[in-house]
């Protein structure tokens, strides 16, 4: 199994964790991720909030490179995996797209790479008792909240993931894992991430706020996040929430790669757990051996 | 809900740009307020999305452009995920804030434009996004270095930031598609 590797612009900064976990994960399975030479940002929010044939061309930049390894695209992050499957989308659907984009790249583009998140691989590809198989930990006893934020799962026409209401990929994942997986309301909400770095940032605390809320209100004793941007939003904005509200939740948010690196006998280090801001003891204290 | 246009204070529809702009066929909508009621935002802005088509059906001009929803919307996608008749509301959002741009309609608080232009630039320059030299450009522009500087130093702790910017070998392309693009600048 080898694809190649989109690790986009989070990577290199506040999802250092999502990347290395998910390599160390994919080396243990043995799957192989060849990073994308020379690949650049998909141009997130700001693009299509910009400009269609920019918001279009930027993803379909990196299409090209994969197409030119001959492999299929694996991408950690639900945003960029969402502008990379809506610039598909747009130029097998919109004919004066595909010519605006293959002006813009220099050359044609036929939206034909195929991408898939790394949840889609391991379920899809390798598949779940494969995976059973490898797991020499399991964490029997824990309660986990799969949250999947809005992009991964929407629109569904363009991505194409799982169904759109009330995905199950995650939750099937943990259940590998011998954790209790929950059923919550707040599963595909959105925590506002693309208003974050605004100073609309109020807003973004009270959707933060809501999503751990309900997570707590249904027992969980962490999230699992299949973003950077959900991460390191639901993360990080526990201390404006506790500032605003007085609501302290310390709700581990832990990247799905993490929770499956640890019940492969991953070390902490190798999975990046200590970059966590609220600190996932919990979790890592309840990893038992497989019976 | 009423929806209350008053006369002469409408100017020219703007109506058919956004159709124009967006490729959304908006005489499709017809007031279910599926959208609305799944918006993420609509508990914190004026208008929810349905009344934004509805206002448009009706012949809105330009003061739609200083409707709060357009900056308040976070691009959840809830709306077109929803909608029965498959409106793209995303995009029609997109068009509306392009326009407010444009047409220089009031930036409420919250300067989503400076941020995007501020994102957008830095991925001209290196190719890929760089968090602190977005972050100087756009806090010099709104002024607002208090806003989480109180959680810097934990963000720098953690390694949640580049020092460095990473440098794209594909810049070239990257400078070419933004050249192409008429609204990137
Ligand atoms: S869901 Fe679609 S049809 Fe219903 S009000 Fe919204 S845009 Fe109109
Ligand atoms: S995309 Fe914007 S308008 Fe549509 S549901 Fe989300 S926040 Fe509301």
């Not at chain 1, 941007?229 to 310390?250: A, P, S």
Request: hydrophobic residues 40%.
């Amino acid at each position: 199994m080898k694809y190649a590797y989109y690790p986009g612009c989070s990577s290199e900064s506040s999802a250092r964790d999502q990347h290395s976990s998910s390599m160390a994960v994919a080396k243990a399975l043995g799957i192989e991720f060849v990073e994308i030479e020379g690949w650049t940002c998909c141009g997130a929010t700001p693009g299509h909030q910009t400009d269609r044939v920019l918001a279009a061309s930027l993803p379909a930049a990196n299409l090209v490179l994969a197409q030119d390894m001959g492999l299929d695209i694996v991408v950690n992050c639900a945003a960029c995996y969402s502008r990379l499957k809506m610039a598909n989308y747009e130029v097998l659907n919109q004919p004066d797209m595909r010519e605006k984009v293959g002006d813009a790249l220099g050359s044609d583009y036929d939206g034909s790479v195929k991408v898939r998140h790394l949840v889609e691989i391991l379920l899809e590809d390798y598949g779940l008792e494969n995976l059973k198989t490898r797991l020499s930990h399991s964490l029997d006893g824990i309660k986990i909240a799969s949250y999947y934020g809005c992009l991964l799962v929407r629109p569904h026409e363009v991505t194409n993931f799982d169904d759109p209401e009330n995905p199950t990929s995650m939750d099937n994942l943990i259940s590998a894992m011998g954790a209790e997986s929950l059923d919550w309301p707040s599963k595909t909400d959105c925590c506002g991430n693309s208003l974050s770095l605004t100073t609309k940032s109020d807003l973004v605390v009270s959707l933060s706020d809501s999503i751990i809320g309900m997570a707590q209100a249904a027992g969980a004793d962490c999230i699992a996040v299949a973003c950077p941007l959900c991460q390191v939003n639901l993360d990080l904005r526990q201390i404006d929430i506790k500032k605003q509200t007085g609501r302290q939740y310390n709700m581990p948010i832990l990247y799905i790669t993490q929770l499956i690196g640890l019940c492969l006998g991953l070390s902490t280090e190798a999975l990046g757990l200590n970059k966590l801001v609220i600190a996932p003891s919990n979790i890592i204290n309840a990893v038992k051996t497989a019976a | 809900m009423t929806i209350r246009i008053k006369k002469g204070q409408t100017g020219k529809s703007i109506l058919n740009t956004v159709i124009e702009m967006s490729g959304v066929d908006l005489s499709l909508c017809y007031q279910c307020k599926k959208c609305s009621c799944g918006c993420t935002v609509s508990n914190h802005a004026k208008s929810p999305p349905s009344e934004i088509i509805r206002r448009l059906q009706l012949g809105a001009g330009n003061e739609l452009l200083d409707n709060d929803l357009i900056w308040s919307c976070v691009s959840c996608e809830t709306c077109y995920a929803r909608c029965p008749m498959g409106i793209d509301m995303v995009s029609v959002m997109d068009a509306l804030r392009r326009m407010a741009i444009e047409r220089k309609a009031a930036i409420p608080e919250g300067n989503v434009p400076l941020f995007n232009s501020a994102f957008l630039k830095t991925v001209k320059f290196f190719g890929r996004t760089y968090d602190l030299g977005l972050m100087a450009i756009y806090k010099i522009g709104t002024s607002s270095y208090v806003q989480d500087a109180d959680k810097l130093p934990l963000i720098f702790m953690k390694k949640k930031i580049a020092i460095l910017p990473s440098w794209s070998a594909n810049r070239k392309t990257v400078k070419r598609i933004f050249k192409k693009a008429s609204h990137g600048k």
